[in-house]
């Protein structure tokens, strides 16, 4: 039995080469892992050849954090973020960003007012720069995709700044919102899309969201 985590995030994703390699390099029965199923997963599945599994509720029971949603123009942006940041000062906060052109212009502009942590893809010792976001308790961290997986920060709430940019897609954002209330200690959370105009895919998110909670009836 062979199981495959997370198959719908890069490098795996939108490839079909890979997701044939999976197909015929494996042996006896895979088992794929992910929250957010990609198209090639979803179309396998209505063609019955993958069995669907749906399991929304989290080991602890608590709902998965609904996103609230600001939109308008930039300045009412940066007072929604400073808001946000100050309400949950005793929290660790995640602010998300689609671009590093953008994560570095919003950096330097916090940094102005407060300690900041910054986390791309390209930046230098990252495992260290999230470990030292851990251990603070209740830090600022701006970070680009690189961190919509595979990190459980305790106690974290998310906020992503122009939520309706065509970098993030469905999956990124449910993946993104996950980070909030993973935890035993620390089960809820809450979730802030700042955008600047209408998104049908921050919308979907949030319905798929709230799906999965009235499915698990919480």
Not at 37 to 61: A, T
Not at 81 to 100: C, D, K, L, Q, S
Not at 154 to 166: E, F, S, T
Request: net charge neutral; with cysteine.
């Amino acid at each position: 039995m062979t199981y495959a985590d997370e198959p719908d995030a890069f490098p795996f994703k939108g490839d079909p080469v890979l997701h044939g390699i999976a197909r015929t390099s494996c042996h006896g029965h895979t088992i794929y892992l992910t929250a957010t199923p990609d198209k090639e997963l979803e179309k396998r599945v209505k063609k019955g050849d993958l069995y669907c599994l749906e399991l929304n509720q989290r080991p602890h029971g608590h709902p998965l954090p609904e996103p609230d949603v600001h939109t308008g123009p930039v300045f009412l942006r940066l007072i929604w973020m400073f808001r946000w940041i100050r309400a949950n000062e005793g929290h660790p906060r995640i602010i998300f960003v689609p671009t590093i052109k953008m994560g570095e212009w919003v950096f330097r502009f916090l940094r102005l007012w407060m300690p900041v942590y910054f986390c791309t893809s390209k930046t230098p010792d990252r495992d260290m720069v999230i470990e030292n976001f851990r251990k603070e308790k209740a830090g600022i961290m701006i970070a680009t995709t690189v961190l919509e997986r595979g990190v459980t920060i305790p106690d974290v709430n998310i906020c992503i700044y122009q939520a309706d940019h065509q970098i993030f897609d469905k999956a990124g954002l449910i993946q993104m919102a996950g980070r909030a209330g993973r935890t035993f200690d620390y089960p809820d959370g809450n979730v802030l899309f700042i955008q600047s105009e209408y998104s049908q895919t921050a919308m979907d998110c949030i319905n798929d969201i709230r799906r999965a909670n009235q499915s698990c009836g919480v």
